[in-house]
Structure formats: C-alpha cells, structure tokens
C-alpha cells in the first residue's frame, strides 16, 4: 500500500492556490472543483497540475477520473457517489492512485473493497462546505476507522485547525486535510508555515 506525500493535505478550489499554497511549502494539494463546464474542468485542471509540476506539488484531481487519466494525474480523489460510475480499473491501468470518502460504515465497507490508496473520514468536528453545514463524527469515530483500515494510510477531515493536529495524529490519522484553514485565512502562506512547524514537532520525539 502506497504511503500519502505528506501529513498536510490541502483541498483548494481553485488552480492560483497550488502556486500559493506550494510556494509556500506544501506538498500534497486536492483541486476540488464543482459547478463548472467539462470544458472549464479541464481547463483549471491543467493549469492547475502545470503549477503542480512548478511548485513541486503531488497534485490530487477531486471526482473528475476521466480528466485526470485524460491530463495523466498522480493522484485521484473519489466521494462514495462517484464510486457508481468510475472506472477504477481504468484509473488503475493509467497508474493513477486514489483515494476514497467515507462518513458511515457501509461507506467504509465499499471504499475498502474498492483497494484504494488512502480513505478519507470526517468530518471530525462540525465544519461547512459550499454553504452546507456538517456535523462532526468526532474522534471516537476516526479511531475506529484507524483499526477497520488496517494498512490503508488514513486521512482526516472537517474543522482541522492547528491546535487539533495532534488529536488527530493521535487518534490514527496519517494525514491531515485542510481546506478553509488555509483558503479562508488572512495570510495563507503564514499559516502553512504554522502547519508544517507544527508537523515537524509532532515528528520529533520529546
């Protein structure tokens, strides 16, 4: 099973992050796009994975698997709908590797079934996406997912902040994914730097 790039993992919505947010240092960023053209996909996908290759950024498609073989992605990231129509062995054939979301344990079931290269769980704490607000499954909830994964390299997500890495790291967690504590923040490029300090200290043994 293949290891994640990075314990920080970024979810952005839109290609000028990637320079920003790889600029910055990190290393492993999602492009999650929605409401757009399939013209409009491609598009800032491609701008997006060009950034990518500039910024030295292992670079992660969200849902559109046939952009991502079209365009040759590295990573591929997947919600439990999209599992109804992607063609996983197309997916694998192009050597992309992919991750799953799972919220319920029948999610978690399907997901694992599917031999993904990571599973996403959350949201951990309540957070908002697109308008929509989600209530936390806490991390009573990510330990669990911990010990179902097995070997599968876990990430978490919803309402991560700095102060709450450690929790999660603790609780199993591999990596972390960020989305509005980086886009939505003042000084982005300050608060990578936060991050990835506060990565290196839970890396270093006390």
Same mark, same amino acid.
């Given at each position: ?15 000028? %992050?990637?320079? !920003? ?14 409401d ?5 996909? =491609? *598009? ?18 969200? !849902?559109?698997?046939q952009?991502?073989?079209? /365009?040759?992605?590295?990573?591929? @990231?997947?919600?439990? #709908? ?5 063609? /996983? ?7 992309? =590797?992919?991750?799953?979301?799972? @919220?319920? =344990? ?18 951990? %704490? ?37 102060? !709450?890495?450690? &929790?999660?790291? #603790? *609780? ?12 939505? @923040?003042?000084?982005? #490029?300050?608060?990578?730097? !936060?991050?990835?300090n506060?990565?290196? &200290? #839970?890396?270093?043994?006390?």
């Open positions: 099973m293949s290891s994640l790039p990075s314990r920080i993992y970024a979810v952005v919505d839109q290609p000028r %992050w990637v320079e !920003r947010l790889g600029g910055a240092g990190l290393r492993f960023i999602e492009l999650y796009l929605r757009l053209s399939e013209e409009d996909v =491609r *598009a800032q996908a491609l701008l997006a994975q060009e950034l990518a290759v500039r910024f030295n950024v292992s670079l992660a498609l969200n !849902r559109y698997w952009t991502a073989i079209e /365009l040759g992605y590295e990573w591929l @990231h997947l919600g439990p #709908e999209d599992l109804e129509t992607a063609d /996983l062995e197309a997916i694998r054939t192009a050597g992309i =590797r992919f991750g799953i979301s799972t @919220h319920t =344990r029948q999610e978690l079931e399907t997901a694992l079934a599917c031999k993904p290269d990571y599973i996403s769980f959350g949201p951990v %704490w309540s957070t908002e996406l697109r308008g929509v607000k989600l209530t936390g499954r806490g991390l009573k909830q990510l330990a669990e997912w911990r010990e179902l994964c097995g070997d599968v390299p876990l990430v978490a997500i919803g309402g991560i902040t700095v102060p !709450r890495l450690s &929790e999660c790291l #603790e *609780a199993g967690a591999d990596t972390v994914a960020v989305m509005s504590d980086f886009i939505a @923040h003042s000084d982005p #490029e300050g608060q990578v730097q !936060r991050w990835m506060a990565t290196s &200290e #839970e890396a270093t043994p006390t």
